[in-house]
């Protein structure tokens, strides 16, 4: 279904509107003020996790432990993502992003130390906690920060959608660069500078962003009622729900699984391979080649005027993205790994871009920080997972085995998605958008 926005609403009669675009968006009053501290204060997240493997792998000889040290700081960054989310709509941004980066960057600091000095797995994974639950959710408050700004008036909401493509370019760009920084530092100055350097940055970017106060939504623990929120009419009031309490949020979680068992199978895979063939520093090659192509997609997402709804091109990108995934594990050479690797970078996008789309019509405005962040942490879960998975496989079979895991991620997430897909329409339509004088239709997700 076509998203029935009147593009020529508010138009002078006779001009042609304004096709929504990057420089239409770009152009939105108040969007570079959050725009380039978001954009740094995210890229150190890219390096979090390759980071962990690289170091744990050199002190301990283990893709698997590495694997699981790296599990368990994204299962955690999983379980308290969401929270942090929450206390965002409430408090505020700034109130929860300030002490989480300097909680982030003393715990990345003390679980360096630990493998350094050949401590204990267990005490990895007890420093592991307490960084993937600081870890900043940037990228979640970059978007609450979009939703609040374009959705203040129908005109601007049509830009919605490209200002999601817009956040998984900035997202992916992150995954280009930071991976194969990472990788550099580790391999050419040492074990742990990848990490260190990722604590670093992202207490840097984290404070800058932080500071930025005058485009964070507003908080809703400040909005009338406390606890509740009061309607336009001065009648009746509702609890303040969590995001998770509405279907569509959770179909959305348990499929954003699958996307992070690509991210967590690729990254463990790829540096297991890169082992294999004698030439380490091909990993960080590979996985630049591989989110490239989810960045050109990207790109291409908010270029294009759709023609069907977030919702249909959520099922078409995963199902792309499972088919691109079936050949990953057949691969034996760097060239035809990278042009695997960038096929499924290409299905990657048109799916995380509908999926994040589909928020501004299902959840309410008070609870969007923590949608977006449940979204991420369940990225998050399911990179966990596919990096102890594909440690384990790659430990004991080879590089090709753990290439199995992101094809299982996401083929068990497409069949749950084309299962669950009637829940993701709202109830009821969270916006309308005027067709000519005196009507008004509201915008299709289908």
Known sequence: MVNTVDTTAGAPEGTAPRRPGYGQLLRTPGAWTFLLPGFAARQPFAMLTIG????????SGSYGSAGIVAA???????????????????????????????????????????????????????????????????GPMVRARWAALLGSSEERARLLPTAAAFESVTDEFTFVIGPVLATALCTGVHPAAGLIAEGVLTLAGGLLFAARKGTQPRPAGRRAGGSKRTSGSGGSTEARASALSVPGVRVLAVVFLGIGSVFGGMQVSL????????????????????????ML????????????????RLIAGYAGLTLAASGLWAAHSVPALAALGLLV??????????????????????????????????VALGQAGAVTAAGQLADAHGASAGFVVPLVGTALALVTLVALRSRLTPKAPGRVAARGMGHRVPVAVD
Request: net charge positive; aromatic share 8%.
């Open 52 to 59: 962990i493997v690289l170091l744990v792998q050199h002190t």
């Open 72 to 138: 368990v700081t994204g299962v955690s960054m999983a379980v308290f993502a969401p929270q942090n989310g929450k206390l965002a709509d409430r408090f505020g941004q700034r109130a929860v992003l300030v002490p989480g980066v300097l909680l982030h960057a003393a715990s990345v600091t003390a679980l360096t130390v630990l493998a350094l000095a050949g401590a204990p797995l267990w005490a990895l994974f007890v420093a592991a906690v307490p960084t993937g639950a600081s870890v900043p959710q940037v």
């Open 271 to 294: 540096t297991a391979f890169a082992e294999e063939i004698g030439n380490p520093g091909a990993n960080g090659l590979l996985y630049g080649v591989f989110a490239a192509g989810n």
């Open 297 to 312: 997609a990207g790109i291409a997402c908010g270029a294009v005027a759709w023609k069907i709804g977030p919702r249909r």
């Open 345 to 378: 970078g290409l299905c990657i996008a048109p799916a995380l871009i509908s999926g994040y789309t589909l928020i501004e019509p299902l959840v309410p405005a008070g609870a969007r920080t923590e949608a977006f962040t449940w979204l991420t942490g369940s």
